[in-house]
């Protein structure tokens, strides 16, 4: 179902609203300094150009749309948020920006990997690193930095195809009670030009791994943001923070240091929210989820030929899994890798004989909880 507000479920007063802002909005555009400078009057390759008259540019009318939407239908607001942006993203150097290089150290601030399940891309944001020294002795670069991150996840947006928005991923992991002070004031001025300059870009934001004494800075920072952006949030705990990821993402487009599978393979979860394949074959090379009983394991088995090179992928949803790794030829039981705890892994060895190969999956350590399992066991080719 088409949500409020977009195209194909406007109200008579919404199309009217949308009609006016072509007119005025081009009015105020063609008063700019810089209206022959062609690259200043797009926003994200959408030209803001012929407003008035360009009615069937279904691309130009999402993005008419989201102004609006950001200006609850306020022609004059959503002109001027127009005119504003425009002005910022020439006064910010949008352009030059895209070209710019950072520090190593930014490597591990984030990064725009796959998409969520709806086909969104996904900006992750890690901030267990945000104290390094390179980061905080100089918070402009910072914004520079993760403005660029926002333009390479809109770059993949489709306007005219309706992929509008985008999904945003904080992990807290390792990062202290408190923020370095230097970058506190940079933080509420991130937000604040996302809030003014990027319009209904939000699908979802997912705030992981959150320890219960960082809640008030949490609502410090919500509270910078619209009350309809507020609602996009989700505080997620620690312990649920995978299957909440996976109730949204698909394991084969998390980024590995979240778990993710590799991509690339056909096999996958299903794209609705929270839903898991019952199969538990995994012969071709799926994704396969399995519930293990606490104080019980699953072992599964591969048939593999001398030389065959075995890949195995495996992410409990919560807390953690045993995993090992045995060879079985005949009455012959050799072990490739000793069962050993994770809350997400990979690996892969080389068949020295053919026979079985046998994937452990241990909860015994576990006498009250059972786990469901995420894993991929396969030949690889």
Known sequence: MVEPGHIGNLTAAQEEALQKLRTVAAEEVAKLSMNTEEEWLNLWGVSMQNLATDTKNKAQTVLLLKFLRARDFDVQKATQMIIDTLKWRKEFNIVGLMNETFPKAYDELGVVYGQDRLGNPVTYNFYGTIGATEVVSNPDRFVRWRVQLMEKAVAQLDFANGKETVTQIHDYAGAGLSMPKELKGTTKEIISLFQDHY???????????????????????????????????????????????????????????????????????????????????????????????????????????????????????????????????????????????????????????????????????????????????????
Not at 312 to 320: G, L, R
Not at 348 to 368: D, I, M, P, Q, R
Request: no cysteine.
């Open 199 to 381: 319009p209904e870009f939000l699908e979802k934001k997912l705030f992981l791994n959150i320890p219960a004494v960082m809640e008030l800075f949490f609502n410090f920072f919500s509270s910078f943001s619209s009350r309809r952006t507020q609602q996009k949030f989700q505080m997620v705990s620690r312990t649920k923070g995978r299957a909440t990821l996976l109730q949204f993402i698909a394991p084969t487009e998390l980024p590995p240091q979240l778990g993710g599978f590799a991509n690339g393979d056909s096999g996958t979860l299903s794209r609705s929210a929270g839903s898991m394949i019952s199969d538990e074959k995994g012969d071709k090379g799926e994704v396969v989820s399995v519930d293990i009983a606490a104080r019980t394991d699953k072992e599964v088995k591969l048939a593999v030929q001398s030389g065959d090179e075995v890949e195995w992928e495996v992410m409990a949803t919560t807390h953690d899994i045993g995993v090992g790794i045995k060879i079985l030829n005949g009455d012959v039981e050799t072990e490739e890798k000793k069962v050993e705890l994770v809350e997400f892994g990979r690996g892969s060895f080389v068949a020295k004989e053919g026979g079985e190969a046998v994937l452990v999956l241990s909860n015994t350590h576990s006498y009250l909880t059972g786990k469901t399992v995420l894993y991929r066991f396969r030949v690889k080719k």
